[in-house]
């Protein structure tokens, strides 16, 4: 069977006892998925302690929305690789693309991120999209190409085995968001892979894990995992709510692995 990565970010949303609510709502929803979906939840920085020892019982993995490039030192209001490791963090989101627009996070930083995740034993889930702009432009493949291959830039093909990549196209996602047709996701997971491919060869590219994320909802998720090139999804606001994130896991969990195989 072919593993299925399913998870969400929360933003910048949730206080501990929303967090609480949730936990203790999803969890019989995580104890009854196969072994084949490894489900993922970023809650902000201060409820990670939180999430993980809620879920401690089941496999679902844990990480945090941003980290620091740096090690340590003068970098008042960040947050290091190994501090997020310490709190029980296992990957990390670099890049998403409001982190690139609100915050300045440009290839480069997120580059510098990706190393940083990586020295620490931190998964990097590296978030690339393509503008509306660079979409009417027709331009769309060759951005978010770049944007993966300056993320992985210096990564070795060891570490490349523990990074992610969500293509989330910018015009997708959020309330204004317009969900891409499952083909839209799949020519840009597809060009993500062949990317990959020029960089660090077949068998490499091969067991990439891509996602993608974008206005996920329980009517497109089936579609969106029967693509050859997605191998899951990376959800905002359907899975805020624990009963959301719940369907959203039972459809991946009745979609026909065999078929989805690439
Ligand atoms: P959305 O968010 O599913 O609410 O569009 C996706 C994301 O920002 O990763």
């Not at 090690?71 to 989101?93: N, P």
């Amino acid at each position: 069977m072919k593993t299925r990565w399913i998870g969400t970010s929360w933003k910048m949303n949730k206080t501990s006892d929303e967090v609480a609510a949730f936990c203790q709502q999803i969890l019989p929803a995580l104890q009854g998925c196969p072994e084949w979906i490894q489900s993922f939840l970023i809650p902000p920085f201060p409820y990670v302690q939180q999430v993980g020892e809620a879920l401690d019982s089941v496999d679902t993995l844990t990480g945090v929305q941003n980290i620091c490039w740096a090690e340590q030192g003068a970098y008042t209001g960040e947050v290091s690789a190994k501090m997020a490791k310490d709190i029980g963090a296992s990957l990390v989101e670099i890049g998403h693309s409001e982190r690139r627009e609100l915050f300045n996070e440009s290839d480069h930083t997120v580059n510098l991120k990706v190393h940083a995740a990586l020295e620490q034993g931190l998964m990097p889930l590296i978030c690339v999209g393509d503008s509306l702009e660079e979409k009417r432009w027709g331009v769309s493949l060759e951005s978010i190409v770049r944007q993966v291959k300056i993320a992985l830039h210096g990564v070795s093909p060891e570490q490349l085995a523990r990074v992610w990549i969500a293509y989330e196209p910018v015009w997708a996602i959020g309330e204004q968001g317009i969900p891409a047709s499952a083909e839209e996701a799949e020519s840009g997971l597809a060009a993500i892979r062949a990317g990959v491919r020029q960089c660090f060869g077949e068998a490499c590219a091969e067991h990439t894990v891509l996602l993608y994320g974008g206005s996920v909802n329980p009517d497109n998720a089936a579609e969106l995992l029967q693509q050859p090139n997605i191998d899951g999804l990376f959800i905002g606001r359907s899975a805020w709510q624990a009963e959301g994130y719940a369907q959203l896991l039972q459809i991946a969990a009745s979609v026909d692995n065999e078929v989805a195989c690439v």
